[in-house]
């Protein structure tokens, strides 16, 4: 297995700059100017062609890459959930591992479509209290297949795991309230689960485990979790669905899981506009401590404007999404301007752009709870 650290390839691919860069380099008497143009990628992405490029970026792996750009520090104290990204190109495969070897996988990270961006909440309370040492490294092919190249886009770091005592008691998972099987749905349905220890619970198709039609909420003390479901985002019609939580949170290995409501055909009646979907793919999860630039992001069809809302009411608007092909929408959201606290939010997606009359309005994301802490 083939491995390059990123702090290098990082400062080689910086070196290379921006997009429309004009590089120039001699030949004989004169010079010769060569273009590297802005690449988009297939959800809109913008990359430097430079990124593609072995000799130009220094990158004997191009056109792939991979740097973390947010991760906690090195020496740093860390409790709760800790998110970690890593962006580049042609990932196939991003794990948290050791600071040296390859077991165990502490972690396997969320991607996105265009294998641009990548995403893990760890949570350290199901890790002991003390020095904790890994790295993150991505591939460029599905784990499990051979000939894959490695690059080390987090440099091994030892934190220090700083959690109270878990809650004690076994794990366990049971419906509170949810549309009776057979019944119809318009709107937005509140769901919840009743248990102990539950770190993740997710909406799914009746078998399988994609599309996740919906991320709950999970309380402090781990015993409820709830999701106010937005039905536009389904099709109208016949749906089935079901519920499952977990005792560990996304992206984690030693998960079990518990079907806390079995599969249930629920009929859509919203009259939504055909092709207007849209469900929330990246964003901090309840409860979870922020700071900085939180990378925010929305899929779907049919989107003209999206947008980052109180839980409650239009006003103010905290942040307005970028889109592409309609399909697509992001926003780094920069919290260093408010104040420390919580903040409730949820994302809003509209099939018009923003002032036109007869919006339709999807919760692609319902009401959360995010700790600012600068």
């Excluded at 083939?2 to 030949?27: F, I, P, Q, T, Y």
């Excluded at 420390?340 to 002032?355: E, H, K, Q």
Aim: glycine share 10%; net charge neutral.
């Amino acid at each position: 297995m083939k491995l390059v650290s990123a702090c290098s390839l990082a400062l080689l691919l910086a070196a290379c700059g921006g997009g429309d860069v004009n590089e120039v380099s001699a030949s004989g008497a004169g010079t010769t100017t060569q273009l590297r143009p802005t690449v988009w990628t297939s959800e809109g992405r913008a990359l430097n062609s430079c990124s593609f490029s072995p000799e130009c970026s220094g990158n004997p792996y191009a056109p792939f890459f991979a740097s973390a750009p947010a991760a906690p520090a090195n020496g740093a104290s860390v409790s709760g959930v800790v998110r970690i990204e890593v962006s580049g190109n042609e990932m196939a495969n991003v794990e948290l591992l050791p600071g040296s070897g390859y077991m165990p996988r502490y972690g396997v990270f969320n991607i996105t479509g265009d294998k641009t961006r990548a995403w893990l909440d760890l949570d350290t309370t199901r890790l002991p209290n003390g020095p904790f040492s890994v790295r993150a490294s991505a591939f460029n092919t599905p784990a499990g297949e051979a000939g894959a190249l490695e690059i080390v886009a987090m440099s091994a770091r030892t934190w220090n795991i700083n959690n109270a005592a878990p809650p004690s008691g076994s794990f366990s998972a049971s419906l509170t309230s949810a549309p009776a099987p057979g019944a119809v749905v318009s709107g937005v349905m509140r769901l919840e689960i009743y248990g102990s220890n539950i770190a993740n619970a997710e909406l799914l198709p009746a078998s399988g485990y994609a599309p996740i039609y919906g991320t709950f909420n999970v309380s402090s003390d781990r015993r409820m979790a709830w999701l106010d479901f937005d039905t536009r985002s389904l099709p109208d019609g016949a749906n089935s669905l079901r519920i499952s939580a977990y005792n560990v949170t996304p992206g984690q290995p030693g998960a079990s899981e518990i079907v806390a409501m079995p599969a249930r055909q629920w009929n859509v009646q919203n009259g939504t506009p055909a092709g207007f979907i849209a469900s929330v793919t990246m964003a901090p999860l309840h409860g979870e401590i922020v700071n900085g630039r939180v990378t925010l992001e929305v899929r779907g069809s049919g989107l003209k404007n999206v947008e980052l809302l109180p839980a409650n009411g239009y006003m103010p608007r905290l942040g307005v999404f970028s889109i592409s092909d309609d399909k697509f929408a992001t926003l780094n959201f920069d919290t260093t301007s408010l104040p420390n606290g919580v903040l409730n939010v949820r994302i809003s997606a509209f099939n018009v752009r923003a002032g036109e009359p007869n919006a339709t309005e999807i919760i692609a994301m319902p009401a959360r709870e995010w700790i600012i802490r600068h």
